[in-house]
């Protein structure tokens, strides 16, 4: 069975990049308790410090969908929108076929 990957950029509003990634990293922490999430990867180019990557992997379309009703989730949702440049897409949604650290079986 393949996980459902999901790879994005967050585009800040100028010198809103180190807010966004943390309130994205508090995210990342909430996805400790969802066992579907195998990977929650928050990343940024050094030359363009207001784009905030997120690489995610899940068991499913349908557990990334969840988690975003997670305990605490919407509350950072809420706290980040102000924050984009611009509405965030859905990113990049990819079907993970395998590789080091992702058990496809």
């Known amino acids: 069975m393949s ?21 994205l990293i ?3 922490q909430i996805m400790n ?12 180019d ?9 690489t995610e992997v899940w068991d499913s379309k349908e557990d990334h969908d969840a988690s975003l009703a997670m305990e605490g ?12 440049e611009g509405k965030p897409t859905g990113g990049q949604a990819l079907e993970i076929l395998g590789g080091k650290g992702i058990n496809i079986n």
């Open 46 to 54: 050094p030359d363009r410090p207001d784009d905030i990557y997120v």
């Open 73 to 84: 989730v919407p509350q950072l949702i809420s706290q980040a929108m102000p924050m984009l």
């Open 33 to 44: 308790d969802a066992i579907t999430c195998h990977l929650y990867l928050v990343s940024r």
């Open 26 to 28: 508090k995210a990342s």
């Open 3 to 23: 996980k459902y990957g999901l790879h994005g950029c967050l585009r800040a509003k100028e010198g809103n990049g180190d807010s966004l990634a943390e309130i």
